[in-house]
């Protein structure tokens, strides 16, 4: 087993760990994996995750790297906001939902913000596939209810016209009747307060 096997057998993954690369290749020496490691063949993205390092980023690899390396988790926040196109800024890092702490850190130049929620709270995310790739991205209902749930400054009018959010694109997006389940499964009284909030300026 050489390098260009290695790669070949890894080459189309967003992302892999060490354990699958030795349970792919039995024989494979750890020095020998590390000596790939130093030569540039192989990038450790977050231990134990790694990918080959001649294969270029999508957004949509970017975001199930977000995924994986951090799990159990799924994009929300601004990332799902920059997605659906409710708000007309750039998004230049990846902003993830998760049960595990509060976390944020750097992946081959793109910076990963993690946001810790209870596990109730945990849902509301749908599967966006490109090829092979598949990512867990909250949707639009849920994203919205993620920024409310986290930006306890969103009262009314004014802080709603502060976020430039797209009213006309998120009242063709958002299904009320999604809407009203999702947020029936929290018992915060002041996220729904919120909510309510935001659904007037909607209208």
């Not at 130093?38 to 957004?59: C, D, E, H, M, N």
Request: aromatic share 16%; charged share 20%; proline share 4%.
């Amino acid at each position: 087993m050489n390098v260009q096997e290695f790669t070949q057998a890894f080459g189309e993954r967003t992302c892999f760990t060490s354990r699958d690369a030795y349970l792919r290749f039995p024989e494979l020496d750890g020095r020998q994996f590390r000596r790939w490691q130093a030569s540039g063949w192989v990038k450790q993205l977050r231990k134990p995750y790694y990918r080959i390092a001649f294969r270029t980023w999508t957004v949509y690899e970017r975001w199930a790297a977000a995924n994986a390396v951090y799990a159990p988790s799924y994009v929300s926040l601004e990332t799902a906001l920059g997605h659906y196109g409710f708000i007309p800024e750039g998004v230049f890092q990846i902003t993830s939902i998760t049960t595990r702490h509060t976390r944020s850190f750097e992946i081959e130049g793109m910076r990963h913000s993690y946001r810790n929620v209870l596990p109730a709270w945990f849902f509301g995310y749908t599967l966006l596939e490109q090829g092979q790739v598949v990512v867990r991205m909250a949707g639009p209902e849920k994203c919205l209810l993620d920024v409310l749930h986290f930006n306890r400054d969103l009262r009314g009018p004014a802080d709603f016209e502060a976020m430039r959010f797209d009213r006309i694109g998120i009242c063709e997006a958002i299904d009320p009747a999604v809407w009203q389940g999702h947020l029936s499964l929290s018992t915060n009284q002041a996220l729904h307060r919120r909510a309510r909030a935001f659904q007037r300026w909607l209208q």
